[in-house]
């Protein structure tokens, strides 16, 4: 069973960072896609960032150039780097994880559906 476990978060001023993990066990798939997720009180979720087992990024919009997701394998653990806040950044940060034991390809297009998910990190960005 994996599980996700999400540390960091907490409150900033416009323009600081901080740094969401989300340490990974029980995994034992060959291809994967890992992503960040946000939901505001009112709002839809909306994802931030993922990035897949064959190493391919991608950002929301509204993120691109200040969020910055990656991974230390060696300590299965995913990462979103946050930078340059905004009031509006401010959510619920949830991880989450979708697994294949297929590669990549014609038989599995990564980050459709996701089974497994942290149990989530406020972060307050105050102006």
């Known amino acids: 069973q994996v599980q996700l476990v999400q540390s960091g978060g907490g409150s900033v001023q416009s323009g600081g960072s901080l740094r969401l993990s989300c340490a990974v066990s029980g995994y034992t798939y060959s291809s994967y896609c890992m992503a960040w997720f946000r939901q505001a009180p009112g709002r839809e979720r909306e994802q931030v960032a993922t990035?897949?087992?064959?190493?391919?990024?991608d950002y929301a919009s509204s993120v691109k150039g200040r969020f910055t997701i990656s991974q230390d394998n060696a300590k299965n653990t995913l990462y979103l780097q946050m930078n340059s806040l905004k009031s509006e950044d401010s959510a619920m940060y949830y991880c989450a994880a979708e697994v294949s034991g297929t590669p990549i390809g014609a038989y599995y297009v990564p980050c459709q559906g996701y089974m497994y998910w942290g149990q989530g990190s406020q972060v307050t960005v105050s102006s």
């Open positions: 990035i897949d087992s064959d190493g391919n990024i």
